[in-house]
């Protein structure tokens, strides 16, 4: 008997699945329309440039960036910029030679001096040698907050103190208070990994997202904490909570952006992975909808080197879930089969 009923509840699951699944997937677009790390159409034409070994269009976007005070915007420029060099750097040196004390080009070093230096076995020493470029590169332009990301993520990988970090903290936030690249980098050095436990970088995530502007990404700063804590294993009740309401709180972020609005795809990728962490299918789901084509590298590749297919596979498996929860018909007279004596 147990058996059978266990068949039936298999059967009804599997026909809830087949029933409703495609219609889950309106407003999802196909897997070959999603795009992994899609640049916005301000950087997709200086990394085309960069490929032909030209730095104008990288040079001119930076400055532009630095000039008008764009600095979350600059923040992710540098980054992606510097990615790009970590495997195709003719440019960077081309710019260099041509400009070596420009503040764009020393920026663009010292985040991928930090990247190539952390990948390495001697992380710690290579980092070190950094030091002085990471120096030079804050004082070319000493308004500009993201050197100072850059000596964050310098000091979490050195082991430098917590006086250390004060001290760089203070001086980030004294040019952006409010400047998310900064943050993630202090939140990653206050991690139980690295040099701090779940509880303070709980503490430090959910007051700076109290502080932080309506619509700031630092309002989902939680929920970085809370994946963190996540990977970390079992989690108390309490702990739970904090999760949940750090999804929360991110849920109400996202609603703030427009579908398929790629500014806020990487935070919407990450809502995802922690609402599936919790079993919460149906608003996983949703932001699914909502990121639209805009896969991100993080956070899937913390499960899969093929983030992409990590990416597509989740999604899919949330579809399924959620229709696997709907009723097997509908609540109307109309839309169930009824047996001769109904």
């Not at 039936?8 to 699944?21: E, V, W, Y």
């Not at 993520?153 to 001290?167: K, N, Q």
């Not at 702990?239 to 579908?259: F, G, H, K, P």
Request: charged fraction near 25%.
């Amino acid at each position: 008997m147990v058996r059978t009923m266990s068949l039936i509840r298999a059967l009804i699951s599997t026909a809830r699945m087949l029933r409703h699944t495609p219609r889950l997937a309106d407003g999802l677009p196909p897997d070959d329309a999603v795009l992994l790390d899609a640049p916005d159409d301000r950087l997709a034409p200086a990394l085309v440039s960069a490929a032909l070994g030209d730095y104008e269009h990288a040079a001119k976007l930076l400055a532009t960036t630095r000039e008008s005070a764009e600095w979350e915007n600059r923040d992710r420029y540098v980054m992606r910029l510097a990615a790009f060099a970590h495997h195709r750097d003719a440019w960077l040196g081309h710019w260099l030679a041509a400009a070596p004390d420009d503040p764009d080009a020393l920026v663009v070093k010292a985040e991928l001096g930090v990247c190539r230096a952390w990948e390495s076995p001697a992380r710690v020493e290579l980092l070190r040698e950094m030091g002085p470029l990471i120096a030079a590169t804050a004082e070319s332009d000493p308004r500009d907050p993201v050197p100072w990301r850059i000596a964050l993520d310098h000091a979490r990988g050195t082991h430098a103190g917590h006086a250390v970090f004060e001290t760089l903290w203070g001086e980030a936030v004294r040019r952006s208070s409010h400047h998310y690249g900064c943050h993630v980098a202090a939140l990653q050095y206050l991690s139980a990994h690295w040099h701090g436990s779940h509880r303070e970088c709980f503490d430090f995530a959910e007051q700076a997202a109290e502080d932080a502007l309506p619509g700031s990404l630092v309002k989902a700063l939680p929920l970085r904490a809370a994946f963190s804590r996540m990977l970390g294993g079992d989690l108390t009740s309490r702990t739970a909570n904090r999760i949940d309401a750090a999804c929360d709180e991110a849920i109400r972020l996202s609603s703030v952006y427009a579908e398929g609005d790629p500014w806020p795809a990487e935070v919407r990728n990450l809502l995802a992975y922690v609402l599936v962490g919790r079993l919460r299918w149906a608003e996983a789901l949703e932001q699914f909808r909502l990121i639209g084509p805009y896969a991100t590298s993080f956070p899937w590749t913390s499960l899969s080197d093929d983030p992409l297919g990590q990416f597509l596979e989740t999604r899919d498996g949330v579809r399924l879930q959620v229709a696997s929860g709907m009723p097997l018909w509908n609540r109307t007279d109309g839309g169930r089969p009824r047996g001769h004596y109904a």
